[in-house]
């Protein structure tokens, strides 16, 4: 079942909530009606919301009744608004398959038992417990690509993916520089291994590599950059030839070590 509430501000006017509401209720309308075309229906209940204070495009989480998707105001005006719900409702058919990547409690067990074998401090384990969003998104888009590769305009998605690219590491809440590059490591990678899983042109490939350079080389010492550049090709191999056919939970847990190995070989104390 699929309900719409609202988180929005009261000082908005009635016709721009209207206007708001109309949009996305079409979208969704869309969204849910191409999923269930590849064979994909959602049992659970979804609501959505709008926040416009909300600074990313969007979110999914779980609730006590179900699942919920926040849209921030200005997504609702983006040309990846169709992406950004196929994907959300991408993410809600995985958790409901019960697929390993959106398996939480698998998840958590195993970055636990990752971080108890090493020693991690809580920021590194928190940096990876975050990584692991992008092999979630990776799983997700295979399920919307499926349908965006028919409905959208590509070089939007590539302009999307390109940009996702930062040529500078976050300093966000990890509290030290080696796990928030680290972080960055692990996002870049994704935005190439998402296109190069689904088969898209070579010369955006080319400007991610590119942005990702310029990324590596304010990040490490010159003596490390070359090695980098292939540590980074590996963790973006590793993401792009994910199995998509189904696997156990150990073959998954297999590959999340694997790449929790590559990453953490980015936070070498001569490079910091």
């Not at 719900?85 to 939480?104: A, D, K, M, Q």
């Not at 195993?110 to 020693?119: A, E, G, Q």
């Not at 509290?175 to 994704?190: E, K, L, V, W």
Request: hydrophobic fraction near 35%; charge should be negative.
């Amino acid at each position: 079942m699929i309900c719409l509430d609202r988180l929005l501000s009261d000082k908005k006017n009635r016709q721009e909530l209207s206007s708001q509401k109309e949009i996305l209720t079409n979208n969704i309308h869309w969204a849910i009606g191409e999923l269930e075309n590849k064979g994909y229906k959602i049992q659970s209940k979804v609501t959505f919301g709008i926040d416009p204070n909300l600074k990313i495009m969007g979110y999914t989480t779980e609730t006590e009744s179900g699942q919920r998707i926040v849209i921030s105001s200005w997504a609702l005006s983006s040309p990846m608004l169709k992406g950004l719900i196929i994907h959300e409702l991408s993410h809600i058919v995985r958790t409901e398959e019960g697929h390993p990547s959106h398996n939480f409690l698998l998840l958590s067990n195993i970055v636990n038992r990752y971080s108890r074998r090493d020693d991690l401090d809580n920021d590194t384990t928190m940096m990876l417990r975050e990584t692991l969003q992008h092999v979630q998104d990776i799983y997700a888009d295979d399920i919307g690509f499926l349908i965006l590769r028919d409905s959208m305009d590509q070089k939007i998605i590539e302009e999307f993916f390109s940009n996702w690219v930062k040529d500078d590491h976050d300093a966000r809440q990890f509290g030290d520089r080696a796990n928030n590059i680290a972080s960055t490591f692990a996002s870049n990678a994704f935005a190439l291994a998402s296109l190069r899983r689904h088969g898209y042109d070579s010369n955006t490939e080319t400007r991610i590599k590119k942005a990702n350079s310029l990324f590596l080389k304010k990040a490490f010492q010159n003596a490390s950059f070359e090695r980098m550049i292939v540590i980074y090709s590996n963790v973006v191999d590793l993401l792009s030839s994910l199995p998509k056919s189904n696997m156990g939970e150990e073959q998954f847990s297999d590959l999340m070590q694997r790449y929790f190995d590559l990453l953490l070989t980015t936070k070498q104390p001569s490079d910091f």
